[in-house]
């Protein structure tokens, strides 16, 4: 248990910094939240609470690795503490940790039997968890799996209304799968969860032998969607393959009336950006002639209505206004089909126009849980999810603008010495790995302090001036642009100018009252002018609205 110097200690002055630092949370300003609650443990560290509401404040910021570490302390001082490991599993489950959570929220069941909140939140846990394995128990192994991408061809899709066709292995295994899930998890005894393990295990064993001795799959090139146009559909349509400013602006103007693009017309966006991404490097280079301007944007998270204000001030992509948007244009807010539609759009209009580069949101896991997975399904349909999960994985992890400007969604590296040859070598072609460099150009954060550190999110690493100014001396640039962090103004520059952190989602998930912001670099200079903007009025849907109503509870 933490003990403190009693010459140092004012509990009195603690209390009070406690109050303050509640109504600065209460205000939505996080940050400052955290610094009254470091000062308050600084005067009295043995107090709980301090810890856990500083836990909580790091979460609404997304650093989940330091609201562990904070929850940690908190039922290390007390072990009875509830909050502690409520707050703790809460972090864990925003970091897809769901076995981690699943703790700490049966130790919050124990310490308050009776508190109905627990109770809903833990059988909620518990669901999410026993679905986690049965996933496990029934994908298929990476080196086995076949592209939906080239299971379908929108060029001959169907002749009249949609009647997907679902194989009977397909169903077979569906039903293998949810009767068993059902009845465990809805009986919830002992007795029927080994019942329902032994009749899953044994049809699957059935299933598995009959699927080897056949040789047909479940998506092959005789399959066809029937997605058919309907005559009396009055929304966007593309003729031939060719992707027009017309088309764009009349669908954009359909979003915004919440009106929805036909899926027909969304299958042929998302496969026609998948092979022009695919045939990128992962390390691309962007030439910006003498007179002319680049734009990068930060993270758009969903938020489409301010999409449309960044045109709005700054004119819609074009070969002589090309963009480049820097990643997590999906999650929290819950227009991210119409984002991501959007920006594939204009790729499909005119490669040069848009460049798009992976943050850590365009993955599964955090899919899975931010909310994009449920908007899919909801605008969409389910084989959307797979298309979208394998086009992201095509996605370039970083850009060059000029031999000069580095532009990454996360930041830099582990160790020194990284060259940016390695970074083009890298195996982008997957979900992004736990460590290592991929996963530290989509996660990573500045520091103010030198050398390196431990990462507030739990994933990747804190990196500090001496870091970025290396690497960019090793590798003949000059400057550093990253996004991946809220900031107040909408961008934030550091590391004595070296770096620059873009963020482009004003009033982050309608609650944190930050400005958005974007840079225009124009050459030969590459001098960058940064342009802020607030948030626009958008319809009445919430962020996170088509998150699974477990992680809804949390967010």
Not at 335 to 361: D, Q, W
Not at 485 to 512: R, W
Request: net charge negative; charged share 25%; with cysteine.
């Amino acid at each position: 248990m933490p003990t403190m110097d009693p010459a140092n200690s004012n509990p009195s002055r603690a209390e009070e910094l406690k109050v303050l630092a509640n109504e600065a949370f209460n205000a939505h300003k996080f940050a400052q939240a955290i610094d009254l609650y470091t000062q308050a443990i600084d005067l009295n560290g043995d107090n709980a609470v301090y810890w856990a509401n500083r836990a909580f404040a790091h979460t609404k910021l997304e650093e989940y690795g330091s609201a562990i570490i904070d929850a940690t302390k908190a039922v290390e001082i007390d072990p009875k503490y509830s909050k502690g490991y409520y707050r703790r599993g809460a972090a864990y489950l925003a970091m897809a940790k769901f076995k981690e959570a699943l703790k700490d929220f049966q130790q919050v069941k124990k310490l308050c039997p009776n508190d109905p909140d627990a109770s809903k939140k833990l059988k909620e846990c518990e669901k999410a968890v026993m679905k986690l394995k049965f996933e496990e128990a029934i994908s298929v192994p990476e080196s086995q799996r076949r592209s939906v991408a080239d299971s379908v061809d929108y060029t001959t899709i169907g002749t009249g209304t949609e009647s997907s066709y679902f194989p009977p292995k397909v169903t077979a295994v569906a039903a293998a799968v949810v009767l068993p899930a059902v009845l465990a998890v809805y009986v919830g005894t002992k007795a029927a969860i080994v019942v329902a393990a032994a009749v899953m295990a044994t049809v699957l064993v059935f299933l598995g032998a009959w699927w080897l001795r056949s040789n047909d799959h479940v998506f092959s090139k005789s399959q066809s969607l029937d997605l058919a146009v309907e005559p009396e559909y009055a929304g966007a349509r593309i003729e031939g393959d060719v992707v027009t400013l017309d088309f764009v602006k009349k669908m954009m103007d359909d979003f915004k009336n919440q009106k929805s693009l036909h899926r027909r017309y969304a299958l042929q966006i998302v496969l026609q950006t998948r092979e022009m991404l695919r045939s990128l490097p992962t390390l691309v280079d962007v030439n910006v002639p003498d007179g002319k301007h680049f734009t990068v944007c930060g993270d758009v998270h969903g938020q489409f209505y301010d999409l449309l204000n960044i045109f709005e001030l700054n004119g819609f992509p074009s070969e002589d206004n090309p963009y480049l948007f820097n990643g997590d244009f999906v999650d929290r807010g819950s227009f991210s089909v119409e984002v991501i539609l959007t920006l594939f759009a204009f790729k499909c209009m005119c490669p040069t126009a848009m460049y798009l580069a992976r943050g850590n949101h365009e993955s599964k896991s955090m899919n899975k849980i931010y909310g994009f997975e449920g908007e899919v399904r909801s605008k969409l349909s389910e084989i959307f999810v797979e298309l979208f999960a394998e086009v992201f994985c095509c996605l370039p992890l970083a850009h060059v603008i000029n031999n000069k400007i580095f532009v990454v969604h996360g930041g830099l590296f582990s160790v020194d010495g990284v060259k940016l040859s390695e970074i083009s070598a890298i195996d982008r072609f997957r979900e992004p790995p736990e460590e290592g460099l991929m996963c530290e150009l989509l996660w990573s954060d500045p520091q103010p302090q030198l050398g390196r550190g431990p990462s507030k999110r739990g994933v990747g690493l804190s990196f500090g001036a001496d870091v970025t100014k290396k690497f960019l001396k090793e590798n003949n640039l000059d400057l550093v642009v990253r996004s991946h962090e809220v900031k107040d103004e909408g961008y934030e520059i550091e590391h004595d100018g070296k770096l620059i952190t873009v963020f482009s989602a004003p009033n982050y998930c309608d609650q944190m009252g930050n400005k958005g912001a974007f840079i225009r670099f124009e050459a030969p200079s590459l001098k960058p002018n940064i342009v802020t903007f607030s948030a626009v009025p958008h319809p009445d849907v919430k962020p996170m609205a088509y998150a699974n109503n477990f992680f809804r509870m949390f967010s």
